[in-house]
């Protein structure tokens, strides 16, 4: 069984900065692509940012220029550099991965609460 752990996650004023973190456990292969997914009370998980295992990366528009994903290969473990934040970036952060060849599929993190301050 594999588990993904978040950290980083905390209070802080608009225009400030957090970095989350991702660590993977368990018994796996490898992992293909990891990121990080929002959500809101009454509202659908969204996109924030993924990583490939080859350091290609994909953001939702609207962290854009404010937010970094990176990676540590070796540690299976991902990061969001989050700048600039916004009270509209208040939310859980969740950490994805996809785990391949084996055991397979995509897995969730238990979510770290982020609250921006205005």
């Known amino acids: 069984q594999v588990q993904l752990v978040e950290s980083g996650g905390g209070l802080v004023q608009a225009g400030g900065s957090l970095r989350l973190s991702c660590a993977a456990s368990?018994?796996?292969?490898?992992?293909?692509?990891m990121g990080w997914y929002r959500q809101v009370p009454g509202k659908q998980r969204e996109l924030v940012a993924t990583?490939?295992?080859?350091?290609?990366?994909n953001y939702a528009d609207s962290v854009q220029g404010r937010f970094n994903i990176s990676r540590i290969i070796a540690k299976t473990t991902v990061y969001l550099q989050m700048n600039s934040l916004k009270p509209e970036d208040t939310a859980v952060y969740y950490c994805?991965?996809?785990?391949?060849?084996?055991?397979?599929?995509?897995?969730w993190g238990q979510g770290t609460q982020v609250t921006v301050s205005s």
């Open positions: 990583i490939t295992s080859t350091g290609g990366t």
């Open positions: 368990g018994r796996f292969f490898s992992i293909n692509t």
């Open positions: 994805n991965a996809n785990f391949r060849p084996w055991p397979g599929g995509t897995y």
